[in-house]
């Protein structure tokens, strides 16, 4: 549980890092309720915090811890960057330490999914994964923000507060990986396989520093992969969920898969015609799909998947013409049934161009 070392300040851990939280400038009745608020974060060890925070003292108190827990949360995601992979999500865990992890878009419940599924099973967290490269889980027990009348400020309770169990004594390991689809319209919840392609493309925009992995496509489908690939979980309410979640992590882990091949990255060429951008990272996916991770000019990453005659254009785009361009997508593909060559190129090339992988130089 959450040492408190003396009257001036609680330190918490959160995705494996100690974090400070100075109460100095709290008053002392504010101090003991934020105090029982970070309850359910766990101090591994005595080191030294990688980081304090000094609360905003001025604010409402449920605006306070609010505000706390959005800055211990990235602390240590700022802290761990490039070090573990981290992703936007909730999770629980079951006695042996097999966690499930829940990720989706704002809106998608992961508080209330988390508030209801951790009355049986193990909170691990509502707001962020971290995720070592063997698999090994790295536990935010921060507290849940809980709306308690309309129109207020949600209070921030403790996970001990609303009931939520103990984190087990094994350590904690990835068991699954679920993407949330909330439909209020689904008349019963629904657990079932998802494409890889869509799988990154629901979980790599929730993803923290991704692009400061190694690797970072490959990293996270192994991460993927290593769990037999992510589901979806199409739901209304958490209660539906849960015989979904018991069956889950009473099962067996899925076995391992393995389709994605790591591609070489970088522009190539200095000559004229038509060129690849810079990426980070590049994976096959399969024989005919392509995930790309590009970086804007404004700072932002962004996941590209590309499939048809795309990955190829993509491939030979190193200093070629249109012609040759077309060419390769023949050898490839052959002639299309439907309309010609260069015009089907032509759009593909189109496509690449608009979402900034490919460029045409000048020979001048």
Same mark, same amino acid.
């Given at each position: 549980?959450?040492t408190l070392?003396?009257?001036?300040?609680?330190?918490?851990?959160?995705?494996?890092? *100690?974090?400070?939280?100075?109460?100095?400038e709290?008053?002392?009745?504010?101090?003991?309720?934020?105090?029982?608020?970070?309850?359910?974060?766990?101090?591994? &060890?005595?080191?030294?915090?990688?980081?304090?925070?000094?609360?905003?003292? &001025?604010? !409402?108190?449920?605006?306070?811890?609010?505000? #706390?827990?959005?800055?211990?949360?990235?602390?240590?995601?700022?802290?761990q960057?490039?070090?573990?992979?981290?992703?936007?999500?909730?999770?629980?865990?079951?006695?042996?330490?097999?966690?499930?992890?829940?990720?989706?878009?704002?809106?998608?419940?992961?508080?209330?999914?988390?508030?209801?599924?951790?009355?049986?099973?193990?909170?691990v967290?509502?707001?962020?994964?971290?995720?070592?490269?063997?698999?090994?889980?790295? !536990?935010?027990?921060?507290?849940?923000?809980? $709306?308690?009348?309309?129109?207020?400020?949600?209070?921030?309770?403790?996970?001990?507060?609303?009931?939520?169990?103990?984190? !087990?004594?094994?350590?904690?390991?990835?068991?699954?990986? #679920? #993407?949330?689809?909330?439909?209020?319209?689904?008349?019963?919840?629904?657990?079932?396989? %998802?494409?890889?392609?869509?799988?990154?493309?629901?979980?790599?925009?929730?993803?923290?520093? %991704?692009?400061?992995?190694?690797?970072?496509?490959?990293?996270?489908?192994?991460? $993927?992969? *290593?769990?037999?690939?992510?589901?979806?979980?199409?739901?209304?309410?958490?209660?539906?969920a849960?015989?979904?979640?018991?069956?889950?992590?009473?099962?067996?882990?899925?076995?391992?898969?393995?389709?994605?091949?790591?591609?070489?990255?970088?522009?190539?060429?200095?000559?004229?015609?038509?060129?690849?951008?810079? $990426? %980070?990272?590049?994976v096959?996916?399969?024989?005919?799909?392509?995930? %790309?991770?590009?970086?804007?000019?404004?700072?932002?990453?962004?996941?590209?998947? $590309?499939?048809?005659?795309? !990955?190829?254009?993509?491939?030979?785009?190193?200093?070629?013409?249109?012609?040759?361009?077309?060419?390769?997508?023949?050898?490839?593909?052959?002639?299309?049934?439907?309309?010609?060559?260069?015009?089907?190129?032509?759009?593909?090339?189109?496509?690449?161009?608009?979402?900034?992988?490919?460029?045409?130089?000048?020979?001048t």
């Open positions: 549980m959450t070392t003396d009257a001036h300040h609680v330190d918490v851990d959160a995705l494996g890092v *100690s974090v400070r939280i100075d109460l100095a709290v008053p002392a009745h504010e101090s003991a309720l934020l105090a029982e608020a970070w309850s359910g974060a766990r101090v591994v &060890n005595d080191a030294s915090p990688a980081s304090v925070v000094i609360p905003h003292a &001025n604010l !409402p108190f449920d605006d306070l811890v609010a505000d #706390v827990s959005t800055r211990v949360t990235l602390a240590a995601i700022s802290a960057r490039g070090r573990l992979w981290m992703v936007h999500a909730g999770a629980v865990a079951d006695e042996s330490g097999r966690v499930v992890l829940f990720s989706g878009r704002s809106g998608m419940g992961k508080t209330t999914l988390m508030s209801r599924l951790a009355r049986e099973f193990a909170y967290t509502d707001e962020s994964v971290g995720v070592t490269a063997d698999g090994r889980v790295l !536990p935010y027990r921060k507290p849940l923000s809980v $709306i308690a009348e309309a129109q207020r400020p949600k209070h921030q309770l403790s996970p001990a507060r609303l009931g939520l169990r103990e984190l !087990p004594s094994a350590p904690l390991h990835l068991h699954a990986i #679920v #993407v949330l689809d909330r439909d209020e319209s689904v008349p019963a919840a629904q657990l079932e396989p %998802l494409d890889l392609p869509d799988a990154l493309g629901a979980i790599a925009p929730q993803c923290s520093f %991704l692009s400061e992995l190694p690797t970072p496509l490959r990293a996270l489908t192994a991460h $993927i992969e *290593s769990v037999g690939g992510a589901l979806r979980l199409r739901y209304s309410e958490g209660e539906d849960l015989p979904l979640l018991r069956r889950l992590l009473a099962s067996a882990p899925r076995p391992s898969v393995s389709t994605v091949e790591q591609l070489a990255t970088g522009r190539r060429s200095t000559g004229a015609g038509f060129v690849r951008t810079p $990426i %980070l990272d590049a096959r996916i399969g024989d005919d799909r392509m995930a %790309l991770l590009r970086r804007s000019a404004d700072g932002t990453t962004t996941l590209h998947i $590309i499939d048809g005659i795309g !990955p190829t254009l993509w491939h030979a785009a190193d200093g070629v013409s249109f012609d040759e361009l077309v060419a390769a997508a023949v050898r490839r593909h052959g002639a299309p049934v439907e309309g010609d060559a260069p015009g089907a190129v032509r759009s593909a090339v189109e496509a690449l161009r608009t979402t900034g992988l490919l460029e045409e130089r000048s020979g």
